[in-house]
């Protein structure tokens, strides 16, 4: 990355209000399908300059075709873990737009102020699911963070549809609610 992009992803946060990754999450929810709508959209509704509104929707696009590639990577060997991904992404998507989905190496993030979750396809049959939920006590499938470490407080595996039931979906939401 050249050195005056830096300085305006840098400046973004002052000059617009906002980080990169809070744009990329509000675009996101609004699915525009040529540049110069969601350019305009930005302009209009966030008085975004045209400068920072075309970085924004510019590199915004990139990284929603590098996270498509990052997750494809990540399940590469494990399709039989997608309809658990899935499924795991439409619950926590009814939990409100305030939410970031983030396609690391390995894992992906759910944001919300913060991360709250964190999905990770552990073998060929199990997602680790990694949840933050500070002073919940271990129990049952609410297993200690195990290899997640200190990034989340427990961890659930998962290794069906099925065992993504009102349970699992109750530990999600209560993260995401603590995750203000």
Known sequence: MDKALQTMISNMPDKTGKSLQEWHSILKTKGFTKH???????????????????????L???????DEELV????QGKEALIPMY????KTIKGFGNDITITPKK?????????????????????????????????????ENSG?????????IQLTGVNQIDEEVKGWLHEAYNRSV
């Open 36 to 58: 110069s709508e969601a350019v305009n959209f930005l302009k209009k509704e966030y008085k975004v300059t045209h400068g920072f509104a075309n970085t924004i929707v510019s």
């Open 60 to 66: 915004s696009k990139d990284e929603a075709q590098d």
């Open 72 to 75: 494809r990577i990540q399940y």
């Open 86 to 89: 899935e499924s795991l992404l």
């Open 106 to 142: 390995t894992s992906v993030s759910i944001i919300r102020k913060r991360q709250f979750a964190l999905i990770k396809p552990a073998t060929k049959s199990r997602i680790d699911l990694g949840l933050k939920l500070k002073d919940v006590p271990v129990n049952g499938r609410l």
């Open 147 to 155: 290899p997640f470490g200190a990034m989340c407080t427990h961890r």
